[in-house]
Structure formats: C-alpha cells, structure tokens
Nanobody
Framework: QVQLVESGGGLVQPGGSLRLSCVAS????????MDWYRQAPGKQRELVAT???????NYTDSVKGRFTISRDNAKNTVYLQMNSLKPEDTAVYYC?????????????WGQGTQVIVSA
C-alpha cells in the first residue's frame, strides 16, 4: 500500500502561481507514471499532466505553457508548478500513481488539494 499526500493548494488571484506537491510513502520510481488530475464542481475529473518513470511529460491543451510537472525521486515527490492561473483552473487537484511495481499493477490516488483562482 502506497499513500500519496498532496499539498500546496490555496486561494490565488488570476495570473498568480502555485506549486502543488505530492509526497509518496513509497518509492515513486515504482510507478510507471505519475499524474495530476483535477475536478471542478459539477464536472468530470480530468487528466492535467503526466510524467513517466523515464521523465516524459504530457499536458492537457488548456494548461500547456502554463503548468509544469516534475519529479524528485530522492524525495519521492511529484510537483505541479502552475503559473498564469485562470479562474477556470479552480478545482480539487489529485495526484495519482500508475501501475505500481509492475505493468498492470495497482494505481493509487491522493486525497486532493483545493485550488481556487479568484480575485
């Protein structure tokens, strides 16, 4: 069992920045990939960014050029740097680890951290 704990959310003005962190109780390199998802009120959860074990990254179109996903294996932590935030970025942000230990292995989710972008 691996626990993922997010932090770093909060209230920020439009145009501002936040950095989210996701700390794993296990070794994050044990996951094939780490993701950030978000869920806005009344909407489905959507994939925001992914970073693979090998460091490949991918982003949903709405955050490209504004958000950066990174990982620090020594700290078992994944980050999401969010710049130029917009009100439509308001959501609960979740960290997810994919395929722990082996292909098809278990996925794990964090509990989420709230981000509110408002003037």
């Amino acid at each position: 069992q691996v626990q993922l704990v997010e932090s770093g959310g909060g209230l920020v003005q439009p145009g501002g920045s936040l950095r989210l962190s996701c700390v794993a109780s296990g070794i994050i390199s044990g996951f094939a990939a780490m993701d950030w998802y978000r869920q806005a009120p009344g909407k489905q959860r959507e994939l925001v960014a992914t970073i693979t074990r090998g460091g490949f990254t991918n982003y949903t179109d709405s955050v490209k050029g504004r958000f950066t996903i990174s990982r620090d294996n020594a700290k078992n932590t994944v980050y999401l740097q969010m710049n130029s935030l917009k009100p439509e970025d308001t959501a609960v942000y979740y960290c997810k680890g994919d395929d722990y230990g082996y292909a098809g292995g278990p996925d794990y989710w964090g509990q989420g951290t709230q981000v509110i972008v408002s003037a």
